[in-house]
């Protein structure tokens, strides 16, 4: 089938191309404009803009968070139903269906969710099945489980079982990728700690932040997965914290890190309230 989309503008930056023209589809993939054909279908574009779909590579669209936040603000459907698309206000103003139509609104075409809880994955895809008109996938959450710890233990570290490890709860959650969040912070929490650093250690395991992160990059890259490890470092918000940044970009030693939300993790401690920008140092 062949599709006209007429008299958009059409914006192409990887070619430098800015105009109001027309783009032909045929089998889901973009063609010249064909010789002598009549389309099968023209949409009418006109003060449209026609661009390749954007993607949200970091958005909590499913799983048991959501579930929990929609808990404990039933009143958000009733906002939802207000804004954009038409949705009737009910549940579903603020579920799986509206995410859908809200980022297709948007013009997203493709969402992932950044931490399933393994245990929990079956609902997260269950949920996003779901999810009209986009793509979606999810990243699994590794890093302050008991099972990951025991294996790092300072003088016991088993990094083939790690790698086997990592590869069944890639393979059985069904996920894109692995996310680490506040690797090790969320065990030494439970011990009343309030900022947790890259060199530290986790109480009762031995193994610091920084072994944690590497051995998961390490077991990724060694797995070939695509895409490296997705991390939240420690310290999100904190005053200073862009120093933890900083250690674990170096820490990396070469290998991909993909960093989550970085913007929050990029406070430093001048000015009168002991709280500032640590953007440029963290571009440099």
Do not use: C
Request: aromatic share 6%; glycine share 10%; no cysteine.
């Amino acid at each position: 089938m062949l599709i006209q989309l007429k008299g958009g503008r059409v914006i192409d930056p990887a070619n430098n191309r800015d105009f109001v023209g027309d783009v032909y589809l045929e089998n889901r993939r973009i063609v010249d404009a064909p010789d002598g054909r009549e389309p099968d279908e023209v949409h009418d574009v006109s003060g449209k803009i026609v661009m390749a779909g954007a993607i949200d590579v970091h958005s909590h669209i499913a799983g048991t968070n959501v579930t929990l936040g929609r808990q404990l603000m039933p009143e958000l459907p009733l906002i939802a139903s207000a804004e954009g698309q038409p949705i009737l206000p009910s549940p579903a103003a603020w579920g799986a269906y509206a995410t859908g139509i809200r980022y297709a609104e948007m013009g997203y075409t493709t969402v992932i969710e950044p931490a399933m809880i393994p245990t929990h994955a079956i609902q997260s895809h269950k949920e996003m099945a779901s999810i009209p008109i986009i793509d979606v996938a999810g990243l699994v959450i590794l890093g302050n489980d008991d099972y990951t710890l025991n294996l790092l233990r300072t003088g016991n570290v088993k990094s083939d079982e790690l790698k086997d490890y990592v590869a069944w709860t890639l393979s059985h959650s069904k996920a894109l990728g692995l996310k680490v969040i506040n690797a090790g912070g969320s065990e030494a929490f439970k011990f009343n700690a309030r900022t947790f650093d890259l060199d530290e250690q986790v109480p009762e395991y031995g193994v610091t932040s920084r072994g944690i992160v590497e051995a998961m990059q390490q077991a990724i890259a060694d797995l070939g997965v695509p895409h490296p490890p997705h991390v939240h470092t420690n310290n999100l918000g904190i005053a200073g914290n862009v120093d933890t940044a900083v250690a674990t970009l170096e820490a990396t030693q070469g290998n991909p890190i993909h960093l989550a939300h970085i913007q929050f993790y990029g406070y430093g401690k001048e000015g009168d309230k002991g709280f500032s920008s640590g953007a440029p140092r963290l571009m440099e």
